[in-house]
């Protein structure tokens, strides 16, 4: 396209940490899916959202490799703001193809790794489940880059 950047391919890049994002869901705190009664909880890395806390901290301008998986009976649609993801890496098979995405589906029961340049923006951004429902029930975290 006329005017648009090629994107960089990051998979030469130094990778400066490397971090495991696990997306869950269940019921009256039982996150091994099963859905039987009482309230849903979804959650990233057994937490539901705390606009209080900070769950994730990256160095500003580095690069890093993040394992998304998902251990629910749903999939789940990931979005980052401000930092596309390129995807490296899908249930366990290498990506050729240099794919740049702001929401990555993580299908029910599967992984991906995703690669991210986190630059062009220092201070705190979300990252959550793009399904509203499983956002609002506490699938969502903060990150700041310093």
Do not use: K
């Amino acid at each position: 396209m006329a005017g648009q950047a090629i994107p960089r391919n990051l998979r030469t890049a130094s990778v400066a940490a490397e971090r495991e994002l696990i997306f869950a869901m269940g019921m009256d705190g039982n996150m091994d899916g099963d859905m039987g009664g009482g309230m849903m909880s979804a959650t990233i890395n057994g937490l539901v959202f705390d606009a209080t806390r900070v769950d994730t901290t990256v160095q500003f301008d580095s690069v890093e490799d993040w394992l998304l998986t998902n251990t629910s009976p749903l999939d789940h649609p990931m979005h980052l703001h401000v930092w596309p993801m390129q995807i490296i890496e899908q249930s366990g098979q290498p990506v050729d193809t240099i794919m740049w995405q702001d929401v990555v589906n993580i299908p029910a029961r599967s992984s991906m790794r995703v690669r991210i340049a986190c630059d062009d923006f220092s201070g705190r951004i979300e990252y959550h489940c793009h399904i509203l429902d499983h956002e609002d029930s506490g699938m969502m975290g903060s990150i700041t880059a310093n």
